[in-house]
């Protein structure tokens, strides 16, 4: 394994450039994220998506943030908007799954092999800012793990891999990690069974997790994001239980210290998996540098090859169907029924 094989970057457009493509064709990283700016039509999505799968072996990994509502890079593709998590929440489990499978068809028919979805951190009733908002199934764990369930299920129905976010739960938070660090003052008892309930029931049928860079001083010991923490990671793989592949959130915001290059050694060292950096810039090979540096002294590689070998089987288990036109259209019209079908009450049954 190689030490770009624990990143997964982003592209600065809608192509590959010249810098681009000769930068990770030298380096092949674990896979790549596209972002609204990469995606200007469905034609032009599955020609970039088959063309970084062509730049390298093995072929690198497609993933792409789809959740719904605020967060819908492939409604606009499709010409049809995706449901939020609290839209479809209330109304039902079997919609919540509908929406997922959806979506993760529209991942698969456009090239993509994993989700970083779905979001199951609690909406949490908090004074001042809301941060996640419609993204979150609802305010209690319970409800959050069944439709947290459900849409891990509809994912996995339409071929596609999951990963659970934001560890280890961030509807307590205040701010946007986004533009500054969001500090959880709250105890760990009241963490553990509250916001990191979802996490561990969903644990044994999720293909990744993401962690978030939020501090939880009661569970970490230090005001230091989570995602640099060793602490919420050894919470992760033991009393959560954890075994599969873990990601960092985008390591390019800035809730994190320091520049790109200290900000991946320092995950990597911590005991995060993969690397997520949208914007990697003149900064990637420092960055690949370093964090082999932490690799060194690292006792779990083998472990983490494991894990990012399933990871990767995961997404290799289902078929891949071919982009045509007529199955994107295809797809707009049933989206296109499932909104109508979610706008209108449901029937109460009298029994």
């Not at 790549?32 to 998506?49: D, H, Y």
């Not at 060793?230 to 210290?257: C, E, H, T, W």
């Not at 071919?322 to 049933?334: C, E, H, K, R, V």
Request: hydrophobic fraction near 45%; proline fraction near 6%; charge should be negative.
């Amino acid at each position: 394994m190689t030490e770009s094989s624990r990143f997964v970057v982003g592209l600065e457009g809608p192509s590959l450039t010249a810098l681009e493509r000769a930068a990770y064709s030298r380096n092949l990283p674990f896979g790549f994220l596209l972002l609204s700016r990469n995606l200007s039509s469905a034609v032009q999505a599955a020609e970039l998506t088959a063309e970084l799968r062509s730049l390298g072996k093995p072929e690198p990994l497609l993933f792409v943030d789809q959740e719904g509502g605020t967060v819908d890079r492939l409604g606009p593709l499709l010409g049809q908007p995706f449901a939020s998590a609290a839209d479809v929440a209330a109304a039902g489990s079997d919609r919540v799954h509908e929406n997922a499978f959806l979506m993760g068809r529209a991942c698969r028919l456009l090239g993509f092999d994993a989700d970083f979805a779905p979001c199951v951190d609690l909406g949490l009733r908090i004074p001042g800012e809301v941060v996640l908002a419609s993204r979150t199934f609802g305010f209690h764990a319970e409800d959050v793990v069944v439709a947290g369930m459900v849409f891990l299920h509809g994912l996995t129905r339409a071929g596609i891999a999951s990963c659970l976010k934001h560890f280890p739960g961030l509807g307590r938070g205040k701010v946007d990690s986004h533009t500054e660090l969001p500090v959880v003052d709250a105890h760990d008892v009241d963490l553990m069974v509250t916001d990191v309930a979802p996490f561990t029931r969903l644990a044994s049928i999720a293909d990744g997790v993401m962690v978030t860079h939020a501090a939880y001083p009661d569970l970490s010991g230090l005001v230091v994001p989570a995602s640099l923490s060793p602490k919420i990671y050894a919470l992760l793989r033991g009393p959560v239980r954890f075994g599969q592949a873990v990601f960092s959130d985008d390591l390019n915001m800035r809730a994190l210290p320091g520049p790109l290059p200290d900000r991946a050694a320092r995950a990597a060292a911590a005991g995060c998996d993969v690397l997520v950096v949208s914007r990697p810039g003149d900064a990637w090979e420092e960055s690949i540098r370093r964090v082999g540096q932490t690799e060194e002294q690292d006792q779990d590689a083998r472990g983490r090859e494991q894990r990012l070998r399933s990871f990767r089987e995961s997404c290799s288990a289902a078929p891949r169907p071919a982009f045509t036109s007529l199955a994107w259209d295809d797809l707009s019209a049933a989206v296109a029924a499932f909104n109508e079908l979610l706008a209108r009450p449901r029937e109460i049954r009298v029994i």
